[in-house]
């Protein structure tokens, strides 16, 4: 697929990606540096020929297995082996009920049945999914449609995406919320969890955790932004960096261990200070929200600087 929001900018295998080999040693060191889950996405991680051995490995070595995936590639046949690997939970995109609409942000036709047969196939053969919404502008208004959809369709949870622009999602930055709508639609997902059997949980929008707070709605969750703090990405070949969102590189597995970029990278040492600027220096939810450092980048050029997407902002007493 050649999706418009693809963070990766991902279209063709990429020239120099991990091996079977490295991927195994590289799980080694993250179950090593205690980690607990680990993601596998991409572009599209069931592309890989190696993605069962990978599972497997990684379920051996302890971590909890779970996927960002488009779907389509799901078999009846897949989904049975991918459990039998180890795969905990497959999280599949599905980003409008319109069908058009899905498959024209997905730039593929057949994307959205693609995406619905593989939930199918995971419900079939006893895989656990969720949903996963990347949330624009055009598909704001549907997104509790969405989860009612997804629990309709047998999924555990349904996760909204909010738009971070970086990769591909720089040219359609201008469909994506703004910070009325942004705090509009995280109280709707919030009062939505009340009425919902399943987990919502919204993605890159931290300030979910002061709106829980305000309305008195209990998580699971004990922070926002989790960015170089208890969560980071590795490329396919090998960067590591804070979030898939925020393209700084802390280091390289192929020239240092996992552990000791995750360990001592200058990136990730800076983000656990949380020593944020402006208003999410001090705001009163800052050890819950942490802002997105990702936003904060790509539009102040530092990191540490305000979520700029924040209505809380500036607002008497916050």
């Given at each position: 697929?050649?999706?418009?929001?693809?963070?990766?900018?991902?279209?063709?295998?990429?020239?120099?990606?991990?091996?079977t080999?490295?991927?195994?040693?590289?799980?080694?060191?993250?179950?090593?540096?205690?980690?607990?889950?680990?993601?596998?996405?991409?572009?599209?991680?069931?592309?890989?020929?190696?993605?069962?051995?990978?599972?497997?490995?990684?379920?051996?070595?302890?971590?909890?297995?779970?996927?960002?995936?488009?779907?389509?590639?799901?078999?009846?046949?897949?989904?049975?082996?991918?459990?039998?690997?180890g795969?905990?939970?497959?999280?599949?995109?599905?980003?409008?009920?319109?069908?058009?609409?899905?498959?024209?942000f997905?730039?593929?036709?057949?994307?959205?049945?693609g995406?619905?047969?593989?939930?199918?196939?995971?419900?079939?053969?006893?895989?656990?999914?969720?949903?996963?919404?990347?949330?624009?502008?055009?598909?704001?208004?549907?997104?509790?449609?969405?989860?009612?959809?997804?629990?309709?369709?047998?999924?555990?949870?349904?996760?909204?995406?909010?738009?971070?622009?970086?990769?591909?999602?720089?040219?359609?930055?201008?469909?994506?919320?703004?910070?009325?709508?942004?705090?509009?639609?995280?109280?709707?997902?919030?009062?939505?969890?009340?009425?919902t059997?399943i987990?919502?949980?919204?993605?890159?929008?931290?300030?979910?955790?002061?709106?829980?707070?305000?309305?008195?709605?209990?998580?699971?969750?004990?922070?926002?932004?989790?960015?170089?703090?208890?969560?980071?990405?590795?490329?396919?070949?090998?960067?590591?960096?804070?979030?898939?969102?925020?393209?700084?590189?802390?280091g390289?597995?192929?020239?240092?261990?996992?552990?000791?970029?995750?360990?001592?990278?200058?990136?990730?040492?800076?983000?656990?200070?949380?020593?944020?600027?402006?208003?999410?220096?001090?705001?009163?939810?800052?050890?819950?929200?942490?802002?997105?450092?990702?936003?904060?980048?790509?539009?102040?050029?530092?990191?540490?600087?305000?979520?700029?997407?924040?209505?809380?902002?500036?607002?008497?007493?916050?």
């Open positions: 697929m050649y999706c418009k929001h693809c963070y990766r900018d991902a279209g063709v295998k990429a020239e120099d990606e991990l091996s080999d490295e991927g195994c040693a590289l799980i080694d060191q993250i179950a090593g540096a205690r980690f607990k889950i680990m993601i596998f996405s991409g572009g599209e991680p069931l592309m890989r020929d190696d993605i069962f051995t990978l599972v497997s490995h990684a379920r051996e070595k302890g971590l909890r297995p779970v996927f960002g995936t488009n779907g389509t590639l799901i078999t009846g046949e897949t989904a049975l082996r991918l459990k039998d690997s795969a905990a939970v497959m999280g599949i995109s599905l980003d409008s009920i319109d069908r058009g609409k899905h498959d024209e997905r730039a593929t036709p057949g994307a959205w049945q995406a619905v047969d593989g939930m199918r196939a995971c419900r079939e053969a006893g895989l656990p999914f969720q949903i996963h919404t990347t949330v624009m502008d055009w598909n704001m208004p549907e997104i509790e449609k969405l989860t009612d959809f997804a629990v309709e369709a047998g999924a555990v949870g349904h996760h909204i995406f909010f738009l971070v622009p970086t990769g591909r999602a720089v040219d359609i930055v201008e469909e994506s919320l703004r910070a009325e709508q942004y705090e509009e639609l995280l109280r709707r997902i919030m009062k939505k969890q009340v009425e059997p987990e919502l949980k919204p993605t890159c929008a931290p300030q979910f955790m002061r709106i829980a707070s305000q309305l008195g709605i209990k998580t699971r969750f004990s922070k926002g932004c989790l960015a170089g703090i208890s969560y980071c990405i590795i490329s396919p070949m090998g960067i590591v960096q804070p979030c898939a969102y925020l393209n700084i590189p802390a390289n597995v192929r020239e240092t261990t996992f552990g000791e970029i995750w360990r001592e990278s200058e990136i990730f040492k800076t983000l656990r200070t949380a020593e944020y600027k402006g208003g999410c220096g001090s705001c009163r939810y800052q050890k819950v929200c942490g802002g997105c450092r990702a936003r904060a980048y790509f539009y102040h050029g530092d990191y540490m600087a305000e979520e700029p997407w924040c209505l809380h902002h500036g607002r008497k007493g916050y």
